[in-house]
């Protein structure tokens, strides 16, 4: 079966500093690959996605950035996080395919970012 | 782009009624609508999805409809218990494209015991 695994769970950084979230996806191949950011008691913002190695669409305009080096990884970076960085991230994935439990999307455990 | 808007954002019942949530979207190519549930800190969970080809979905609780013509579907849960508070989203995509998900601003359900 298909999982999700994303890291660190929760993380506290200084304005200034960079980051990264790593997300891999095991027992599927060439999964669409998501990042979505939740802001406290808010909606799923899209950041980027992802249908294939190296293949990067941004949704939003903003100090962070995505890369996929291998086809069941995602990674979220940043080079110096502000205080609107702050929040709840989820990666994500699907897959196309015929059946319905294939279509959607699943989400990753999330990792809690706390810009100070 | 889909715009989905999904109403309301606050919902209180008490124990055992009914909750209802409502979603529209705007792009009528959109045939696939999942529904997700997300406990306080956790990961959005999927809890029933819909094509565009049926009407009405139902799994014990809780059932989802839709209406293609008015570009509109809803969550409905019965029998409502405590556990069921959470914050629900719709979504709307597109199957056998990229599936770019659009999601709803999000309900929050509570269910007073």
């Known amino acids: 079966s298909q999982t999700i695994h994303q890291w660190p769970a929760t993380l506290v950084q200084p304005v200034g500093s960079p980051l990264s979230l790593e997300c891999t996806v095991e027992g599927t191949s060439n999964p669409n690959l998501y990042w979505y950011r939740q802001a406290a008691g808010r909606g799923l913002q899209l950041l980027f996605y992802?249908?294939?190695?190296?293949?990067i669409s941004s949704e939003v305009p903003q100090n962070l950035s995505a890369s996929r080096p291998q086809d069941r990884q995602f990674i979220l970076s940043s080079k110096k996080l502000l205080l609107s960085d702050s929040g709840f991230y989820l990666c994500a994935w699907s897959v196309l395919s015929a059946s319905i439990s294939g279509n959607t999307i699943y989400f990753g455990e999330g990792s809690w970012l706390t810009v100070v | 782009g889909e715009n989905v808007e999904q109403h309301p954002s606050t919902l209180s019942v008490q124990e055992g009624d009914s909750a209802v949530i409502k979603c529209t979207y705007s792009?009528?190519?959109?045939?696939?609508f999942p529904w997700y549930k997300q406990e306080l800190g956790k990961r959005p969970q999927l809890i029933i999805d819909i094509r565009s080809n049926v009407g009405e979905k139902k799994d014990q609780r809780i059932a989802v409809t839709l209406n293609k013509t008015a570009k509109h579907f809803s969550l409905h849960i019965t029998e409502t218990q405590p556990e069921d508070s959470a914050v629900y989203f719709c979504a709307a995509s597109m199957m056998y494209n990229f599936n770019k998900f659009y999601f709803g601003s999000g309900t929050k359900l509570n269910v007073k015991p």
């Open positions: 992802s249908v294939g190695i190296g293949q």
């Open positions: 792009d009528s190519a959109s045939n696939y």
